[in-house]
């Protein structure tokens, strides 16, 4: 392959893409592609496949081999300094001899954090920081603030009409937006570790929370329900195609917790049941995204106990109207429009008809 002008960008988004091949197999660790180029010509590639195996440098390294001695290595983080599941991509780099690494950005990583581009600049290798960082910070931002925080990246995803109701006033939501945005939620599924619910989803809709015409892994699914007033029949219940956690309080429904785990999903009694209970559980399970995909009162709760940083808000252009349709987020207590909380970074979409708004409820 013939090298392009401003190579570090173009070899940058390579990584980047390389990276992308790892989504939903690497939590707990970071999305990461790594290139090696020489005399204007790739020369080694690879990317992070899954915790506990090789790091990305180390996979572009075997293939570069003998030839990466002065070659440049692009890698979209720090590479990292620390014996963890896998020895130190620093020494690696410097036993191949490389002569030059650039990084996307630098890893948030308490253990790694600036160590590995020190590593490397005392061993005489030139460094270069931070090139295409905004679009690596963007594909790492759940890793980032899951190491950052001691808890999961939470996103909220909703579809409402131009009047903000989720559904009908008798409930029905079949559907709100058009078939490319449920399509793109299939996406954003595969690339999270969890789909999170609570009970009212299960009985309303009766959800597969599985991705569908995409290629990926089906996120782990998630239902939070306090009484267990559950179906004992539901697709959710189909461990086959994808695990299922049922989050309940003590003691609620025992005849139903049987029968869902003789089905095969968990069951886990919590007293009280919270959102940020059940986030501190999916953190402990290594988990660094959670899709949040439930109505309004769940919604707030989540909000409210600081477990979502993303919205992902699909609006349609359509009017359902009526006083009793239920809208994206329930009681957030806040009395003044002055007190809603603002969304930072945001951008907005056309997905056909529909647009979809997305933004950050803090700085991550
Ligand atoms: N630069 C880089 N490349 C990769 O491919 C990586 N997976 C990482 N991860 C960093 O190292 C930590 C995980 O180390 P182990 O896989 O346990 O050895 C992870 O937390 C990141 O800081 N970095
Ligand atoms: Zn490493």
């Known amino acids: 392959m013939i090298i392009p002008d401003n190579v570090d960008q173009q070899m940058m988004q390579r990584c980047l893409t390389l990276a992308r091949q790892g989504l939903g197999y690497t939590s707990p660790n970071p999305l990461v592609g790594a290139v090696i180029v020489k005399d204007g010509k790739i020369i080694g590639e690879g990317f992070h496949p899954k915790a506990g195996e090789p790091h990305a440098e180390v996979f572009a390294l075997r293939e570069a081999g003998e030839k990466a001695v002065g070659g440049t290595v692009y890698v979209n983080l720090e590479p990292c300094n620390h014996y963890g599941r896998t020895p130190p991509c620093t020494e690696a780099l410097i036993s191949a001899k490389v002569a030059r690494v650039v990084v996307g950005m630098v890893d948030p990583n308490p253990l790694v954090s600036g160590k590995g581009i020190a590593r490397l600049q005392e061993a005489g290798i030139e460094v270069t920081v931070g090139v295409e960082e905004a679009a690596c910070l963007r594909l790492n931002e759940a890793f980032c603030h899951r190491i950052l925080n001691n808890q999961p990246f939470g996103i909220l995803k909703y579809a409402m009409t131009l009047d903000g109701k989720i559904s009908s006033s008798t409930g029905h939501s079949a559907w709100v937006t058009g078939t490319k945005s449920r399509q793109l939620v299939h996406q954003i599924r595969a690339g999270c570790d969890a789909v999170i619910v609570g ?22 699914r998630v239902v939070m329900s306090r009484n267990l007033h559950l179906p004992e029949e539901a697709n959710l219940w189909n461990v086959d195609i994808a695990p299922t956690i049922v989050f309940t309080e003590w003691g609620n429904n025992p005849s139903l917790q049987t029968k869902l785990r003789d089905k095969g999903v968990e069951v886990i009694e919590l007293s009280p049941l919270t959102p940020s209970q059940v986030m501190d559980i999916l953190y402990e399970r290594q988990l660094c995204s959670v899709l949040w995909e439930c109505g309004g009162v769940l919604g707030a709760e989540a909000i409210t106990q600081r477990v979502i940083q993303k919205i992902m808000a699909f609006i349609a252009p359509k009017i359902i109207g009526g006083f009793s349709a239920a809208s994206p987020v329930g009681d957030l207590g806040l009395d003044k429009m002055s007190d809603a909380l603002p969304l930072q970074n945001v951008s907005f979409r056309q997905v056909e008809r529909d647009i979809l708004v997305e933004g950050y409820l803090e700085a991550i």
Do not use: E, F, S, Y
């Open 199 to 220: 009970g009212n989803t299960v009985r309303r809709d009766n959800p597969h929370l599985t991705i569908h015409q995409v290629t990926g892994v089906n996120p782990l």
